[in-house]
């Protein structure tokens, strides 16, 4: 029992019916043997556990700290009456509606580590998909980001580009999740078409007769996106699109941000509008770069489930990355952050954890809502990646602790609100260019620091045109970003 309590300590440490399925060496392994995996890593980790009467340690007698291989009768005919593991998991959700929507199971750990090494299979496009003009059935896409050295980024294909159709099929409600989870598609390009007339009943999406093919490989995404320094007024603006909190970019964001602070920046445009978070230690990097002053201070606090409170951990500024090299500071005492409502978890600890300490500008939209992290749990004696279990490859990503800022704030579950007066919304007919001093979100900061009321009030005023939003590439990959714990 001792050396169990140690082994899931060090795990914390480390961070600061039966159907069957088969392995890779075709042996069989019963899913109440997966379902009791799944129960005991809960019954252990998740962050609810108080708050499912299932997951209690009196349910059934045992208490995974307490006993890792135990079993009873009753126990064993719990776990038999789900037909998978994924049936259990879902059970053991808490309000998966409103409060858990980020916890998942999968049957293949190897492509989900990939995955968070910022590796998948992807064609290199990222895009919204609305509802065409006039019609109840048919929709179109926009293209929003084009990866860099990606099979699309090798075509003609930009930001802004819109395409009515795959493989000469119309986009409807009913067929987007077929067409576009090919590996080898094309594109039918369109435009919106409003007959040049102030109506909208007649507006359509039309084709362009251009069609661009696309297959999906493997690719590793540059979390660095886009850097800029950009001169306002006589003063420096730097500018950086930064995707992913993948774990190790902290290396190259130095290097960045080691090159903004010999250009003098005077101001900083984080953009994080297509971030949908990852590692918790490298957002604590980001926020020391941007910082510099608080050196030792706390950025962030995670606390656990009522296993582990003596575990809870606070993550600090630091002024040198874990390789040892000095972090680059930028000494700033105000920051603007351009989100949207893909700006996730990492991201959004990143803004709440500055709150106590600078003046944050949040231009855009509201972002996701997601306070909690998460960690992989594999089927192991102490649930980490050594010694798993070589029958199955099955893992979970529950939430574990919740994280707050230095005030013990989280972010609401309706998400982080832009600063007053700097609410914008992205419209598919007006994305511009990332990184360009005209591209709405980014001008509107820079209007700001320029203090030009007319500038301002121009791009907030400028006519557009909103369509309902049916899907997005990121609901095709859902299992990305979130916040980690290494």
């Excluded at 007698?61 to 009753?74: F, S, W």
């Excluded at 190259?252 to 090159?259: A, Y």
């Excluded at 979970?396 to 914008?424: C, D, H, R, W």
């Excluded at 309902?468 to 990121?474: A, G, M, P, T, Y």
Aim: net charge negative; glycine share 8%.
């Amino acid at each position: 029992m001792k050396i169990f309590k140690a082994l899931i300590v060090l795990f914390f440490i480390s961070f600061l019916a039966t159907s069957c399925f088969e392995d890779n060496d075709d042996n069989q392994i019963s899913s109440s043997q997966i379902n009791d995996f799944v129960w005991k890593g809960m019954n252990a980790f998740y962050l609810y556990k108080d708050n499912i009467q299932k997951l209690s340690d009196d349910e059934f007698g045992i208490n995974t700290i307490e006993n890792r291989y135990g079993t009873n009768d009753v126990y064993n005919n719990y776990l038999n009456s789900f037909f998978s593991p994924e049936d259990l998991f879902e059970s053991l959700i808490y309000q998966p509606e409103t409060v858990d929507r980020f916890s998942w199971i999968v049957d293949d750990y190897i492509a989900l580590e990939q995955q968070f090494e910022g590796t998948t299979g992807t064609a290199g496009i990222e895009f919204s998909l609305f509802a065409s003009p006039n019609s109840d059935t048919e929709g179109f896409g926009v293209i929003r980001l084009v990866l860099p050295n990606s099979p699309a980024d090798n075509t003609n294909l930009k930001r802004g580009d819109i395409f009515y159709a795959i493989d000469g099929q119309r986009l409807t409600n009913n067929n987007l999740g077929t067409l576009l989870n090919q590996e080898t598609y094309t594109l039918n390009l369109g435009f919106f078409n409003d007959k040049g007339t102030v109506e909208t009943t007649d507006d359509s999406i039309d084709p362009i007769d251009e069609d661009i093919t696309l297959s999906k490989v493997q690719y590793t995404e540059n979390p660095v996106f886009k850097t800029n320094v950009i001169n306002v007024g006589g003063e420096n603006v730097g500018y950086v699109m930064y995707n992913g909190f993948t774990d190790g970019s902290e290396n190259e964001l130095n290097t960045v941000f080691g090159e903004l602070k010999s250009n003098n920046i005077q101001h900083l445009v984080l953009d994080l509008r297509y971030n949908p978070g990852g590692s918790v230690s490298t957002t604590a990097f980001l926020a020391s770069m941007i910082t510099g002053q608080f050196t030792g201070d706390i950025f962030e606090k995670l606390i656990f489930n009522s296993n582990f409170q003596s575990e809870n951990t606070n993550y600090l500024f630091q002024n040198k990355l874990q390789n040892g090299n000095p972090i680059n500071s930028l000494n700033l005492d105000k920051i603007y952050v351009l989100t949207t409502s893909r700006s996730a978890s990492a991201s959004e600890g990143l803004i709440n954890g500055l709150y106590p300490y600078i003046e944050v500008i949040q231009i855009g939209t509201n972002t996701t809502g997601k306070t909690q992290a998460s960690r992989t749990l594999y089927d192991s004696p102490n649930f980490q990646r050594e010694g798993v279990n070589p029958s199955h490859t099955y893992a979970m990503q529950p939430l574990i602790a919740t994280g707050v800022n230095k005030n013990n704030e989280e972010v609401p579950g309706t998400g982080l609100t832009p600063s007053l007066g700097f609410e914008y919304q992205e419209y598919p007919l007006n994305y511009g260019v990332l990184g360009d001093v005209n591209e709405p979100l980014l001008a509107l900061a820079l209007a700001d620091i320029e203090n030009s009321i007319g500038k301002f009030s121009a791009i907030k005023s400028k006519p557009k045109k909103s369509f309902k939003l049916l899907k997005d590439s990121n609901d095709f990959n859902p299992l990305e970003g979130g916040m980690l714990i290494e």
